[in-house]
């Protein structure tokens, strides 16, 4: 069978290859060095260090090669050492590594917005801007929404998950590790219901997509008033929240509601964008078009770069001047997101991502049908999760999760937990990965979760 991947020229070995335990010798001497000199208040989800990393596998300092489900929490879709990008990287470093846009501009920064606004969902007029990170990203769209409007309300939900900056603190739902004691928050924004499948059911609520938004509408028009929302912001497949699928009609819903009420309807595609679902966006499954789409992580082969696109009326509503930043749009993050998406493009990784989910979703449910510690399998295209429980409930079971991903990584897998209640596995392979090196983690994962259950 010819898949994209098998296009893909790897320059390391795609093998898992233990050589010492883990975390080995060296790591084990880094982490050393690292407590006395960088702050504990950054954390790290494995305690291996990284020395080089291509395609499917980290290779640690130790010599270890790990396979890598992560992605650097879906960065490196493209792998994380793309040919193309390393060299567009160091091409563009060979010349200026900096000008800043908003003083002497350059052609890869307009080259990045007219992909983008090509790319992205809708067909209508757009304008894009860029910045280095996905919380800046959904600080700029909330700017831009409040001019644009006049008003001051955000709406975000349950679970959402939108950054650590004060604002995106403020959208974020969860108070540990995001939140606690980092306050006070800014103001106006506001928190609804979402739409959570397996817990809504469970709880007897009607997990329909259509009951599920007119339950949110309902409490934002109660406790807000249409006519004073800014934006309403969401993301399409929650990520940190733990890989919610709101049921079909949700996001439809709220973003019709949204068009009757001058509300504009921001699309958080951070964790979801570029390929990561099977489309390039998560949104186009139900053919919901954003007013503003956020984005970053996946866009430019791991190098920081985050963008908003929007409709061209709401983003040049804004004064000249009023968007900016020193670094957005850096020359070298463009270089890298152009030959991303030639990379994405050309070894059609929407379609990679498709035929990851239909290999590995199988066996995930496969297994959920046999281990009553698996209360729901979800996800799209290369971003599944597992949600863990207490036999017989729907009690999450989030020290089960830990120990799930800690027999992941002993045998050589880098998994990744995620979700309000730490209760899920989630899975993020760079999408260049072999089918032979993804089957080799699902058994290893499949293994770790028969142990850990038992
Ligand atoms: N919006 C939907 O997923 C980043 C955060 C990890 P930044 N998610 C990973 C952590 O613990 O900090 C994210 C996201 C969505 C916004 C963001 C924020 O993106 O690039 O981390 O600022």
């Not at 739409?195 to 028009?221: F, H, M, N, T, V």
């Not at 186009?284 to 190098?303: N, Q, S």
């Not at 001047?321 to 990379?343: F, H, I, Q, R, W």
């Not at 760079?430 to 994962?445: F, K, N, R, S, Y």
Request: glycine share 10%.
């Amino acid at each position: 069978m010819t898949t994209a991947a098998t296009s893909v020229s790897y320059r390391l070995p795609q093998v898992r290859s233990l050589v010492t335990p883990l975390p080995g010798p060296e790591s084990v001497r880094l982490a050393e060095r690292r407590r006395a000199a960088v702050a504990a208040g950054v954390g790290s989800s494995v305690p291996v260090y990284a020395m080089d990393a291509d395609g499917g596998v980290i290779v640690d300092v130790d010599g270890n090669s790990l396979i890598d489900l992560g992605s650097g929490i879906a960065v490196t879709s493209v792998g994380a050492s793309d040919p193309r990008v390393a060299e567009a990287v160091a091409a563009q470093a060979a010349h200026f590594t900096h000008t800043c846009f908003m003083v002497t501009p350059y052609e890869g920064y307009v080259t990045v917005a007219e992909r983008l606004n090509a790319l992205t969902p809708g067909d209508h007029a757009k304008r894009t801007v860029l910045f280095n990170s996905g919380a800046e990203a959904v600080e700029n769209a909330v700017k831009v929404a409040r001019l644009a409007t006049g008003r001051d309300a955000v709406v975000a939900f349950d679970h959402a998950y939108h950054g650590r900056t004060n604002l995106t603190m403020a959208l974020t739902a969860k108070t540990m590790p995001y939140k606690k004691d980092f306050g006070p928050f800014a103001p106006e924004v506001y928190r609804m219901p979402m739409s959570y499948p397996y817990r809504d059911a469970a709880a007897g609520l009607e997990a329909d997509g259509a009951a599920a938004a007119r339950r949110a509408i309902d409490q934002i028009e109660k406790q807000i008033g249409g006519d004073a929302v800014a934006a309403v912001i969401l993301e399409p497949i929650q990520g940190e929240g733990g890989f919610i699928v709101p049921a079909p009609g949700f996001l439809p819903a709220l973003a019709a509601w949204a068009k009757d009420n001058g509300v504009v309807f921001i699309a958080d595609e951070v964790q979801t964008g570029f390929a990561r679902t099977g489309a390039w966006f998560a949104c186009e499954d139900e053919g919901v078009v954003p007013d503003i789409v956020t984005l970053a992580k996946g866009i430019a082969g791991g190098m920081p770069l985050s963008a908003i696109t929007g409709r061209a009326d709401l983003l040049d509503a804004v004064h000249p001047g009023g968007l900016g930043g020193t670094y957005g749009g850096n020359p070298v993050a463009c270089a890298a997101a152009l030959a991303a998406l030639d990379t994405m493009t050309e070894l059609d990784l929407p379609a990679r991502a498709r035929a990851i989910g239909d290999r590995a979703l199988p066996r995930l449910r496969a297994l959920a049908a046999e281990l009553d510690v698996i209360g729901d399998v979800r996800g799209r295209g290369a971003m599944l999760a597992i949600e863990l429980v207490r036999p017989g409930t729907v009690e999450p079971d989030p020290e089960l999760t830990k120990d799930i991903a800690a027999r992941a990584l002993a045998a050589g897998v880098v998994i990744l937990t995620c979700g309000t209640y730490g209760n899920v596995i989630r899975l993020l392979p760079p999408l260049v990965i072999g089918d032979e090196l993804l089957d080799d983690a699902l058994t290893v994962l499949e293994t770790a979760i028969r142990e850990a259950a038992a």
